[in-house]
């Protein structure tokens, strides 16, 4: 049973680029959560989705956006990027049934903006 | 709103001591506790969690208690070892379909041979 996986491992672009990160759930889940976590800092929720549209939003400004496709998997999508947001993206999948659910994390995509 | 406060590292222990890691939650209602392990250059592993007062989750011979009365939920194991070293994470998520976590800052653990 394959966890969750996330493309590319690692990034490199440059400030105003654009990025495009991956997301592949867990199996049977249906729900993707984004964090981003900055060196020596906890995981930050960025936005969920859950039936391809975004339940939830952290504080994060609109250039974060995302997107889930009809077999779950996600994309996160920053636009002009900026040297801070650097850091390690971490896509999770649950599926959620009653109170209780355990987020599954993937390996992340650790993305460097020079 | 909700959140999370742990012990600040780094801790560094010899290898068969004894570890505590506190932390301290903020949250109304009745949250679900977790301890997130993320070892040198990975994400994050789940490594065990609690639902609900005086629960007590454990995994791996760590161990850590839900108390209600002190918001608390301390990571303990009685023996670490090398390939404990890692940062550990206390987080929570609150009881509802949002299943948002909040994350703790993190504590590195250095366990010595």
């Known amino acids: 049973d394959a966890g969750v996986t996330q493309s590319p491992t690692h990034l490199i672009k440059t400030r105003g680029q654009q990025v495009t990160l991956r997301c592949s759930p867990k199996?049977?889940?249906?729900?993707v959560s984004w964090y981003q976590q900055a060196l020596g800092q906890g995981p930050q929720f960025i936005f969920q989705y859950y039936e391809e549209e975004e339940r939830q939003r952290g504080n994060f400004p609109d250039r974060f956006s995302g997107h889930q496709f009809p077999n779950y998997s996600s994309e996160l999508n920053v636009n002009a990027l900026l040297l801070g947001d650097s850091a390690l993206y971490l896509c999770?999948?649950?599926?959620?049934?009653?109170?209780?659910?355990?987020?599954?994390f993937g390996p992340g995509t650790r993305l460097l903006v020079l | 709103g909700n959140s999370v406060t742990q012990m600040e590292g780094p801790v560094t222990l010899s290898e068969e001591a004894f570890l505590t890691i506190n932390c301290t939650y903020t949250?109304?209602?009745?949250?679900?506790l977790f301890w997130y392990v993320q070892y040198p250059g990975e994400g994050l592993q789940l490594l065990l969690k609690a639902t609900k007062a005086d629960d007590k989750g454990s995994n791996k011979g760590f161990e850590a208690t839900y108390r209600k009365e002190t918001t608390s939920f301390h990571l303990e194991k009685g023996s670490v070892q090398v390939s404990d070293s890692a940062v550990y994470f206390c987080?929570?998520?609150?009881?509802?379909?949002?299943?948002?976590?909040?994350f703790g800052k993190g504590t590195r653990l250095h366990i010595l041979p």
């Open positions: 987080a929570l998520s609150a009881p509802n379909r949002d299943d948002k976590i909040i």
């Open positions: 999770a999948s649950t599926i959620v049934r009653g109170p209780f659910s355990t987020q599954y």
């Open positions: 199996s049977g889940h249906d729900t």
């Open positions: 949250a109304t209602g009745y949250p679900s």
